[in-house]
């Protein structure tokens, strides 16, 4: 008798994380509203301090589960996913998108559209978001998705305190990218082996440890560029599993 799948594996392709970061925002963007004149900006710093912190050690987590093995296969992976990064202009070409997004969303409200986009760019066009989605769709794996909208929900209380109401209505194109992703990365998980999906959260928890460092302002890190090696290490797994030199290096 084949093997029942479990709950977990059943929902995976379900984008719980993408609904829970809407709610997340609107309730922070709800909560900015209400005590847009009360809300000291001043806890900012240290609220991101906190969780940058957490955001850190979750990182660590996910690098070390890598097999030591792999280690050399992960690094390659970073290595040319940089290197394709840069060459593509990752970081310039979201620059352009996020141009673009403010031209498409222009309304009569100049601070409508400003807080719309402003705050879809700030919780969609990044590596947490990517990597939280993807370890959603591939192996139900929330923890990122969802400190992720604790962080947004947060962040949603300050941006509406500044932009008004357009923050809010972020929530839209929010839910529409990061559930495309999930829903994409749980139909790709029956071709991709164990390893593979080690490899993808090991590069996610270097570049988690990276929006850290960020979070703490104590290194600017151009994460954008490496996001294309969350696909390299897989594909280099694969060519040096061919090519047996995989078991050279263990052995």
């Not at 479990?6 to 997340?24: C, D, K, M, Y």
């Not at 970081?91 to 402003?118: C, M, R, W, Y």
């Amino acid at each position: 008798m084949p093997k029942q799948p479990t709950f977990e594996a059943s929902q995976r392709h379900f984008p719980i994380g993408a609904v829970v970061n809407a709610l997340t925002v609107a309730i922070g963007s709800l909560i900015g509203l209400f005590f847009k004149h009360q809300i000291d900006h001043s806890y900012q710093g240290i609220l991101f301090q906190a969780i940058g912190l957490g955001v850190m050690l979750m990182g660590i987590q996910m690098g070390l589960k890598v097999p030591g093995k792999h280690w050399v296969v992960l690094m390659l992976g970073l290595l040319f996913g940089t290197l394709t990064g840069l060459y593509l202009d990752l970081v310039g070409t979201l620059g352009s998108i996020a141009s673009h997004l403010k031209v498409l969303f222009q309304v009569e409200d100049p601070n409508f559209s400003q807080g719309l986009v402003t705050a879809f760019i700030i919780f969609c066009i990044g590596a947490m978001t990517i990597i939280g989605s993807l370890e959603e769709g591939l192996k139900g794996n929330r923890t990122i998705i969802l400190t992720k909208s604790v962080l947004d929900g947060f962040t949603a209380m300050l941006l509406s305190g500044a932009y008004g109401i357009g923050v809010m209505f972020s929530i839209i194109p929010l839910f529409i990218f990061q559930s495309s992703i999930t829903i994409s990365a749980y139909y790709l998980h029956r071709w991709l082996k164990e390893d593979d999906l080690n490899l993808i959260s090991g590069v996610g928890g270097i570049l988690i440890v990276g929006i850290g460092l960020e979070m703490l302002e104590i290194k600017d890190i151009a994460l954008e560029d490496m996001l294309p090696a969350l696909l390299f290490a897989p594909v280099i797994y694969r060519i040096f599993d061919k090519l047996n030199v995989i078991k050279r290096l263990s052995s």
